[in-house]
């Protein structure tokens, strides 16, 4: 089967939350009311809900060298597109919550990630696997 995936958030504040999410990641909008939003979150449906009573606090955990945010959503992308999203957000006023690193170095699941917080407080990941993603669900 094949499909497109889907994810709701909570957030507080549907301007603020529209910039981030258009504007900084290029994400376009779809449907939006007064009180929700879609996005075309790389290929996929996010939408957005006002809502900031049901917001999940992020939540982390030490992992390796630093804290590690356990609970969170993203996308791979190809390399080019990786670089591009980072050159990006480095040139932003958005802070890292992750710093562009490479994990598994020299392994098969080497992958190239880093993280960044929404306004609302999600931590999402972007990663890359170069332009192998066939990675992603293989063992060595």
């Not at 957005?48 to 999940?56: C, D, E, M, T, Y």
């Given at each position: 089967?094949?499909?497109?995936?889907?994810?709701?958030?909570?957030?507080?504040?549907?301007?603020?939350?529209?910039?981030?999410?258009?504007?900084?990641?290029?994400?376009?909008?779809?449907?939006?009311?007064?009180?929700?939003?879609d996005?075309?979150?790389?290929?996929?449906?996010?939408?957005?809900?006002?809502?900031?009573?049901?917001?999940?606090?992020?939540?982390?955990?030490?992992?390796?060298?630093?804290?590690?945010?356990?609970?969170?959503?993203?996308?791979?992308?190809?390399?080019?597109?990786?670089?591009?999203?980072?050159?990006?957000?480095?040139?932003?006023?958005?802070?890292?919550?992750?710093?562009?690193?490479v994990?598994?170095?020299?392994?098969?699941?080497?992958?190239?990630?880093f993280f960044?917080?929404?306004?609302n407080?999600?931590?999402?990941?972007?990663?890359?696997?170069?332009?192998q993603?066939?990675?992603?669900?293989?063992?060595?």
């Amino acid at each position: 089967m094949t499909g497109m995936f889907h994810k709701s958030i909570a957030i507080r504040d549907l301007d603020e939350t529209i910039a981030f999410y258009r504007d900084l990641l290029g994400c376009k909008v779809g449907r939006k009311t007064a009180h929700w939003v879609d996005f075309n979150f790389f290929g996929h449906q996010l939408t957005a809900q006002v809502s900031p009573k049901n917001i999940i606090p992020m939540d982390t955990e030490w992992r390796g060298n630093r804290f590690f945010p356990v609970r969170h959503f993203g996308v791979i992308l190809t390399r080019t597109d990786w670089k591009q999203l980072k050159d990006k957000v480095e040139k932003s006023e958005l802070n890292w919550l992750i710093e562009p690193s490479v994990f598994y170095e020299g392994e098969h699941n080497e992958q190239e990630s880093f993280f960044v917080k929404d306004p609302n407080g999600y931590a999402i990941e972007f990663k890359t696997f170069g332009e192998q993603y066939d990675r992603v669900f293989t063992k060595n």
